[in-house]
């Protein structure tokens, strides 16, 4: 495996790079601003002016739906290897994939359309989101049952001539409080009496269908994380045509599959450029004080975190790396356990290096004068999101050890679960 970057990915990486610090780091503050000052006037839930100025900035620059290979509707899309240098850059800034639209969950659900929506709903959506025109959300998790098991999924899809009706409920539905989110992807459960992995089908929801409704918008740590937002929401009787339905019914298990892939391995190179700038910030703090008369960057315990952060980091890199390359070359289904691992380590990887950053802070680092806060707990929140470790590591465990069962081919047949929240 050659992992050193194409002359095409070096010349898009500078040019991210200028753009970041022309454009992403001197707004940090103003965006922040924004969201308070939108807040204070009594609706948080209003996109902001920075990051919708800086889009054409970044279309002009070329720096623009990187995110999806493969497809016609977007010649410049990036293989996943040659996406995780990019995508680890975006991540430094939390809001900075949206100004590139390479922001979750439109990512996902932009590979989903491309890959199974027909051409007319492509054409309905699909279009609009890759121009960046409105945005999307995808609605899997839901809070009556451990949706860590995508089984478990309840929300019904029941067919009435040429409509579907869909009826529960779904919360950690990232997206909807933004004005902007035109388009729901729902998974739910249109056959109760097929096999286990049968039952489930996804449909096209537009935002506005009668019977929508948002409950409640739910924090991570205190966050709301407006103008995105994670709302729980009801659907009372929501009538959509039947050819909604992505790829057919029962298949919802399949699109889930070929969705969350591309979207774990995204955070994971998001969460090393997170883990980058923490270290980064470290150094620079520990290097501008003093404790007990000398530099604080001189007291031995930082320098083996330092030390130790830099390990962590590079191996993360190197696994994330491995993954997307196996997900070029073989496939998602190939590289499941290289997907799994890599979602568990990345996240407490970045976990761990921001909270020594924090640490090093002191005080500083668990307000708003730093944007460590509130990394540790987008970073916390990945632990669970698109799956908790525990679900990924009983994954890697099952496929290890079915490599050492007598039956050939046993390790195939097990399949990686459906997963996306707690």
Not at 72 to 99: D, K, Q, S, W
Not at 178 to 192: A, E, Q, S
Not at 211 to 237: N, W
Request: proline share 6%; glycine share 8%.
């Amino acid at each position: 495996m050659d992992f050193d970057y194409s002359p095409k990915v070096k010349d898009m990486r500078e040019r991210l790079l200028a753009f970041m610090d022309k454009h992403v780091y001197p707004n940090e503050e103003r965006f922040h601003h924004e969201v308070e000052t939108n807040r204070a006037a009594g609706n948080a839930w209003i996109p902001t002016k920075v990051v919708e100025e800086l889009k054409p900035k970044a279309r002009e620059a070329g720096l623009w739906n990187l995110f999806l290979p493969f497809s016609t509707r977007v010649p410049e899309g990036l293989t996943n290897l040659e996406y995780a240098p990019m995508c680890e850059i975006m991540g430094r800034v939390h809001f900075a994939a949206e100004v590139f639209n390479c922001s979750a969950p439109d990512t996902g659900n932009m590979e989903t359309l491309e890959r199974y929506a027909s051409e007319e709903i492509k054409r309905q959506w699909l279009d609009p989101l890759l121009r960046g025109e409105i945005r999307s959300a995808f609605l899997m998790t839901e809070p009556a049952v451990a949706s860590s098991d995508a089984t478990n999924i309840q929300l019904r899809i029941d067919r009435d001539g040429d409509h579907y009706v869909l009826n529960g409920r779904k919360w950690w539905s990232s997206g909807v409080g933004d004005p902007r989110c035109k388009v729901l992807i729902v998974m739910g459960k249109t056959n109760p009496d097929a096999g286990r992995h049968e039952q489930q089908s996804m449909v096209v929801v537009p935002r506005d269908t009668p019977g929508f409704k948002v409950e409640r918008a739910l924090s991570v740590f205190g966050y709301d994380d407006a103008p995105h937002g994670h709302m729980e929401v009801t659907l009372t009787d929501v009538r959509v045509p039947v050819t909604n339905i992505l790829l057919g019914e029962g298949r919802g298990f399949e699109i889930a599959q070929g969705r969350l892939g591309p979207g774990r391995i995204h955070h994971c190179m998001r969460s090393i450029g997170a883990a980058e700038r923490a270290l980064e910030l470290m150094c620079k703090r520990l290097s501008s004080r003093v404790a007990f008369g000398k530099p604080v960057s001189q007291q031995s315990v930082w320098h083996e975190r330092i030390s130790d952060a830099r390990c962590m980091i590079d191996q993360a890199r190197l696994m994330t790396l491995k993954a997307a390359h196996m997900m070029d070359t073989v496939g998602n289904k190939i590289a499941k356990a290289e997907i799994a691992m890599i979602k568990v380590i990345a996240p407490n990887m970045a976990c761990q290096i921001i909270d020594w950053a924090i640490q090093a802070h002191g005080g500083a680092g668990v307000s708003q004068v730093t944007p460590l806060a509130y990394m540790y707990a987008h970073q916390r929140t990945l632990r669970l999101a698109d799956g908790p470790d525990e679900v990924h590591r009983n994954a890697v465990a099952k496929l290890e050890l079915g490599k050492h069962l007598p039956i050939p081919g046993a390790a195939d047949a097990i399949e990686m679960p459906i997963t996306r929240g707690a």
